[in-house]
Structures are given as structure tokens and as C-alpha cells.
């Protein structure tokens, strides 16, 4: 079985579109629909047909080209039933533990609620790659706007414990801005160190810095290393210290 493709584009201020391809049988999935126009002319680029919409959550950066791509393209959407509150109901509506088909290829669901409730994401095992949507960002992670510490570091717990060498697509370009916080928690992290400065190189050439890996997120995402930095954070918990990063990361002037 050919491995599917996926092209990567940036979109909007700093957000990411994906497409995901499978060769065999021609089957095209956008992984959210930050700009309707932008990805209809990708997939002409590309020379694809769009047969259905994935979103990870119903922020209007992530669903807001739904409704355009679907009058276009006659695109199934799949998705939480939270896109709804955009108004574009998803056609079949997924949560985690569902899994959904790109031709033959599977992608398990997995809900990493927390940014936004019901929000999800697509975990190709066999591919090796995740798309994350605004659950967890190279060195960060979403902001906590609908669920709790608990909820949230459950996701990224969920996301922490995929295969080291999984592909992260997450869906903006943070990474210098989460590097400056990353650095001021983990100063210590010679990994870290060492990462921030090849996102310093990767940026001024104005390349991406993702897809990045979940093992290399382990080794230097401060919100992954909560467990880490909690001593240094005066907290005994887990989720305290995850809770306190994300306060911390909130009021950040970096
Ligand atoms: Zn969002
Ligand atoms: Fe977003």
C-alpha cells in the first residue's frame, strides 16, 4: 500500500493547511479549511480532487471554508458536532475512538478536547503521522478556551504517548514565539537549547518548522514536560504544573 501524500501550505496570518492524498484510490482529505480559496487552488496544483473535509475543531480559522469547499467540490465533511456552531453541520460526525478511511489508509480519532471541547484529531498509526489541529503546537500548546487542566492535559498525555517518530502536523506557525516561553521555563534543557537555535535558522529562511515529531515534543515541549518542571513550578501534580504553564504561558510577554 503506497504511503498517502500530504501538501503542506501556509494560510491566512500563520495557520497551516494540509492536504492528505491517497495515490491508490485518488481520495483527497483537507485536514481543516482555514481558506476555502487556497485550497481549491492547492488542489488544482495538485491536480486533485477534494472528496471530504477532516476538522479538528470549529474555530473559524479551522471550519470557516466548509461550507465554500463543500458547494465546490460536493466534499464530505467529517468532524465533531461542534462545527455545527459555524453552520456547516459535519455530514458524519466523529469523536475519539471513531476512526475514519482515506481509501484503505485509517485514521484513528482521537479526542484531545481541551483548546475547544470536542475538538480532535486524526492519528495515521501506520503512516506514522497526526494531524493535531490546535491541540499541541511545536513547543506549545493550544490555549485552554473551553475545558479544564484536566481535560487538556489528558489530550496531551493522549498525544505524548503516540510512537516517537510520529509526524506532528499542527496547524500554526508558533514555534519562535513558543521557543522564547519554552526556554524561559526549561532553560536548563541543552536539548531545547539546541532546537531553538535550529528554529531561529529554519525561520529566518522563512521555512516551516512543521511537521516536528512527538519524541523530539517529549524531549522539549514545556507543556509535555509538566511532569519535569513541576519541583521547579512549587507544584505536586501533574496537572498543576501543566495548569500552571499554560497560566504562565498566557500572560507571557516574551
Ligand atoms: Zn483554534
Ligand atoms: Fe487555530
Not at 100 to 109: D, K, N
Not at 129 to 136: E, I, T
Request: aromatic share 8%; glycine share 8%; with cysteine.
Amino acid at each position: 500500500m503506497l504511503a498517502p501524500l500530504v501538501r503542506q501550505f501556509p494560510c491566512l496570518d500563520d495557520n497551516y493547511a494540509f492536504l492528505v492524498h491517497d495515490p491508490q484510490t485518488g481520495e483527497t482529505a483537507a485536514i481543516d479549511t482555514p481558506d476555502a480559496d487556497a485550497i481549491l487552488k492547492e488542489l488544482d496544483a495538485a491536480g486533485w480532487r477534494l472528496s471530504a473535509i477532516w476538522n479538528t475543531h470549529w474555530h473559524a480559522d479551522h471550519a470557516g471554508g466548509n461550507a465554500a469547499l463543500k458547494a465546490a467540490t460536493g466534499a464530505q465533511i467529517i468532524g465533531p458536532a461542534e462545527i455545527a456552531r459555524l453552520g456547516s453541520a459535519p455530514d458524519v460526525i466523529v469523536a475519539g475512538g471513531d476512526h475514519v478511511l482515506l481509501g484503505a489508509h485509517r485514521a484513528e480519532v482521537l479526542a484531545v478536547g481541551g483548546h475547544t471541547l470536542g475538538h480532535i484529531a486524526f492519528h495515521f498509526r501506520e503512516a506514522h503521522m497526526a494531524f493535531v489541529g490546535d491541540a499541541l503546537f511545536a513547543l506549545g500548546c493550544g490555549r485552554m478556551f473551553e475545558g479544564d487542566p484536566a481535560q487538556m492535559w489528558a489530550s496531551l498525555e493522549r498525544l505524548a504517548a503516540l510512537p516517537d517518530d510520529t509526524a506532528i502536523y499542527c496547524a500554526h506557525e508558533y514555534t519562535a514565539a513558543n521557543a522564547r516561553f519554552a526556554l524561559a521555563m526549561d532553560a536548563d534543557n541543552p536539548t531545547l537549547q539546541a532546537r531553538a537555535e535550529a528554529i531561529t535558522k529554519l525561520r529566518a529562511l522563512g521555512l516551516p518548522t512543521i511537521p516536528t515529531r512527538i519524541g523530539l515534543e517529549r524531549a522539549t515541549n514545556p507543556f509535555l514536560r509538566a511532569p519535569a518542571l513541576k519541583a521547579k513550578l512549587g507544584v505536586a501534580q501533574d496537572v498543576d504544573a501543566f495548569a500552571e504553564l499554560r497560566r504562565r504561558k498566557d500572560h507571557f510577554k516574551g
